[in-house]
């Protein structure tokens, strides 16, 4: 079961999440692998569950982003515009 208060309006976890899709969509052009592609794509939609989650924790959201800095050139500073977002929100 979800929140709905906690979809009701975009929230920075799924802010991060366009700009990681976006990400993997300009990563594809220059040859990343299938298979780290579809790597990827399974951590989305993992994430992608995560915003939904009754409890509202993002603490598995925001460590999930920063293994995924630390896994894929390239993918550095997801973490640090989603504390932006949550910071300009405050």
Do not use: C
């Amino acid at each position: 079961m979800f929140s709905e208060n906690r979809i009701a309006k975009p929230t920075s976890e799924l802010y991060t999440i366009q700009r990681l899709v976006a990400r993997i969509w300009t990563a594809t052009y220059p040859g990343m692998p299938t298979a780290e592609i579809a790597k990827l794509l399974d951590d989305v939609q993992y994430l992608l569950s995560l915003p939904l989650d009754v409890q509202g924790d993002s603490t598995e959201f925001h460590a999930y982003i920063k293994d995924i800095e630390a896994q894929y050139p390239g993918f550095e500073g997801l973490s640090i515009a989603d504390q932006e977002i949550v910071l300009s929100k405050q």
